[in-house]
Nanobody, 121 residues
Framework: QVQLVESGGGLVQPGGSLRLSCATSKSIFNFNSMTWYRQAPGKERDLVAIITSDGNIYYTDSVKGRFTISRDNAKNTVYLQMNNLKPEDTAVYYC???????????????WGQGTLVTVSS
């Protein structure tokens, strides 16, 4: 059973910073991509940032220039550095790892439990 564990959420004032971490129980090289999503109260879960196994990175427009996704292969951990946070960034942030089963080509999604980020003065 693959586990993803997020940490680093909390309460921060507008303009502040947080760094989220997503630690995996399996080698990060097993994942085709690692993605951060967020879900604000009463809204759908939206993609925030993605990093692929070959290093390609994508951000949703609303976080470009403020958020940075990265990974530490040795620690099997993906990070989301969030700067200049805004109240509209308030959400539960989820980490997702997309694994491709080599024998079947099947895609398996693994999710963390989420970590709450609240941006408020």
């Amino acid at each position: 059973q693959v586990q993803l564990v997020e940490s680093g959420g909390g309460l921060v004032q507008p303009g502040g910073s947080l760094r989220l971490s997503c630690a995996t129980s399996k080698s990060i090289f097993n994942f085709n991509s690692m993605t951060w999503y967020r879900q604000a109260p009463g809204k759908e879960r939206d993609l925030v940032a993605i990093i692929t196994s070959d290093g390609n990175i994508y951000y949703t427009d609303s976080v470009k220039g403020r958020f940075t996704i990265s990974r530490d292969n040795a620690k099997n951990t993906v990070y989301l550095q969030m700067n200049n946070l805004k109240p509209e960034d308030t959400a539960v942030y989820y980490c997702e790892g997309l694994e491709v089963v080599p024998t079947t080509g099947e895609y398996l999604e693994h999710w963390g439990q989420g970590t709450l980020v609240t941006v408020s003065s």
